[in-house]
């Protein structure tokens, strides 16, 4: 599968200092277009700053991001580097501008110099695509936290990026507001959007196609989800959490309890311990 994005020997601190000061230490990463990559790690391991090193709104110091084929070192470039890659931050509250919902997603298409049907068209997809067409006239400090972060990803979508970028996205939100980004995600992805998740809810991390392990401006390992999952170790080194269903089949496994099912769910955590008890009667 072609890249999108390539990470090669990046380096970055935000004082002039050594290496022994990078916030980014000797990353190297490639994106592949249409997966979905969810970057976790504890507070101040370089997630966030990585984020923004993937359109340009940082630059590295040492090594270089290369986003379809064109570096973000490339002043005359970034306008096309932030066209394919879009951002979304933590606080939907800092991104919405206007007081109206479409008129706020037009802001982009507008800015890229669309003509007003193509502005019209861009603002009704986008809106669509996040399900809050029907909200298109109101307010957006009328909407729920959930409901506001889809209106920045709809402000994001109507620029028409090939990839877009989650910087902490849920993290300002509760557990239905998160839901519902994360599904809002989840059918990007399937679209053909290329999804980069920063997170530190583990939760969400079970849906990508690739998990990246962050610690102290490194990445540990990059693998998928259940691999990584099943790396207790790791987790406990790193400070994160496992998610809930697995915690309990860790908890069985601790136990002497052999499961082999694949557990990222409620679902799979309820099947593997029916399957365990189904053993345990037949004997």
Do not use: W
Not at 173 to 198: F, H, M, Y
Not at 228 to 249: A, H, Q, R, V
Request: charged share 25%.
């Amino acid at each position: 599968m072609e890249n999108i994005i390539e990470i090669k020997n990046l380096y970055f601190s935000y004082v002039d200092t050594d290496n022994n000061g990078a916030v980014l230490d000797n990353i190297n990463l490639d994106i592949k277009k249409g997966e979905f990559l969810c970057i976790v790690g504890h507070n101040g391991s370089g997630k966030s700053t990585l984020a923004k090193m993937l359109n340009g709104l940082l630059r590295p110091d040492k090594g270089t991001v290369c986003v379809n084929g064109i570096y973000t070192s490339d002043d005359k470039h970034l306008i096309d580097i932030r066209k394919t890659v879009g951002m979304v931050f933590q606080n939907p509250d800092n991104q919405i501008i206007a007081s109206v919902v479409e008129e706020d997603v037009a802001f982009g298409p507008e800015n890229l110099g669309c003509s007003p049907q193509e502005s019209r068209r861009r603002v009704d997809q986008a809106l669509s695509a996040v399900d809050m067409a029907e909200y298109k006239n109101t307010s957006p400090y009328k909407l729920s936290g959930g409901q506001k972060q889809r209106v920045a990803i709809a402000g994001v979508l109507a620029m028409r990026p090939q990839c877009i970028v989650f910087d902490e996205s849920t993290a300002m939100l509760d557990p239905k507001g998160r839901k519902e980004v994360i599904a809002t995600v989840n059918k990007l992805n399937k679209q053909g959007i290329t999804v980069v998740l920063i997170t530190h809810f583990m939760e969400e991390a079970r849906f990508a196609d690739r998990l990246c392990i962050m610690d102290n401006g490194k990445i540990l390992k990059t693998d998928t989800p259940y691999n990584i999952f099943s790396d207790y170790e790791l987790i406990e080194n790193t400070g994160l959490t496992l998610p809930e269903p697995m915690k309990l089949i860790k908890a069985l496994v601790d136990c002497g309890i052999k499961i082999d099912n694949k557990v990222f769910d409620e679902k799979d955590a309820c099947a593997a311990i029916a399957e365990v008890l189904k053993g345990g009667a037949e004997k």
